[in-house]
T-cell receptor, first 114, second 108 residues
C-alpha cells in the first residue's frame, strides 16, 4: 500500500457526461500529479499541483481540469467525455514541489466511456 | 527533457539475462528512476540511481556520458514479467517524466 488513495476504482459513463476523480495523497505529501494511461500511449503527464497551486501542465485537454484543496486532496474533472478518454487515470504524490524525490502512485481509476 | 525507451516489448526465457534500455535528455543533474507495473496495477518504484541498490536482482547504472540508465538483471524470472517505466526528474522540472515503457515477458 503506497498510502495514495484514489476513488472510485472503476467508472463507466456515457459520452458527453462529466466525471470527477478523487485522489488523497500520502500523509505529509504536498505534491499531487495526475497521469493518464491508455493502452497505446503509455503514461501521459496531465498536471501537477503543489500545496494547492498548479505547478505544471502537460498534455491535458481543455475539457479536463483539476484542483487541489486545502486538505491537499485533489480532484480531476473530465467533461464532455469521448470514447477516447477511456483510460486508467493515476495520481501520484511526493513530498517536494521540485523533482528529485520518489513519487508514490495510487491504484488508479479505470474510466470506461461507452 | 525526455526519456526514451526504444523497446516496446522484450521477450526472454527464464534464466536469460535482461537489459531494458533507457536514454534521457536533460539539462542539469537528473534523478533517474525505474518503476514497475504488474498487470495494470499501481506503479511501484523499483529503484533509483541515487541509492545505487539492487532490488529483486535488478540494477541500473547512470551513464552520464551516454545519457543512459539501462535496467539489468542477470537471470530473468517469470515473475519479472511486467511493464517497466524509466522516469526522470530533477531540480529544473516540476514533474516526473516517464518513458513510454517496455513490456518484459519472461517465458518458462
Amino acid at each position: 500500500d503506497s498510502g495514495v488513495t484514489q476513488t472510485p476504482k472503476h467508472l463507466i459513463t456515457a459520452t458527453g457526461q462529466r466525471v470527477t476523480l478523487r485522489c488523497s495523497p500520502r500523509s505529509g505529501d504536498l505534491s499531487v500529479y495526475w497521469y493518464q494511461q491508455s493502452l497505446d500511449q503509455g503514461l501521459q503527464f496531465l498536471i501537477h499541483y503543489y500545496n494547492g497551486e498548479e505547478r505544471a501542465k502537460g498534455n491535458i485537454l481543455e475539457r479536463f481540469s483539476a484542483q487541489q484543496f486545502p486538505d491537499l486532496h485533489s480532484e480531476l474533472n473530465l467533461s464532455s467525455l469521448e470514447l477516447g478518454d477511456s483510460a486508467l487515470y493515476f495520481c501520484a504524490s511526493s513530498t517536494q514541489d521540485r523533482g528529485g524525490t520518489e513519487a508514490f502512485f495510487g491504484q488508479g481509476t479505470r474510466l470506461t466511456v461507452v | 527533457q525526455r526519456v526514451t525507451q526504444p523497446e516496446k516489448l522484450l521477450s526472454v526465457f527464464k534464466g536469460a539475462p535482461v537489459e531494458l534500455k533507457c536514454n534521457y535528455s536533460y539539462s542539469g543533474s537528473p534523478e533517474l528512476f525505474w518503476y514497475v507495473q504488474y498487470s495494470r496495477q499501481r506503479l511501484q518504484l523499483l529503484l533509483r540511481h541515487i541509492s545505487r541498490e539492487s532490488i529483486k536482482g535488478f540494477t541500473a547504472d547512470l551513464n552520464k556520458g551516454e545519457t543512459s540508465f539501462h535496467l539489468k538483471k542477470p537471470f530473468a524470472q517469470e515473475e519479472d514479467s511486467a511493464m517497466y517505466y524509466c522516469a526522470l526528474s530533477g531540480r529544473s522540472t516540476d514533474k516526473l517524466i516517464f518513458g513510454t515503457g517496455t513490456r518484459l515477458q519472461v517465458f518458462p
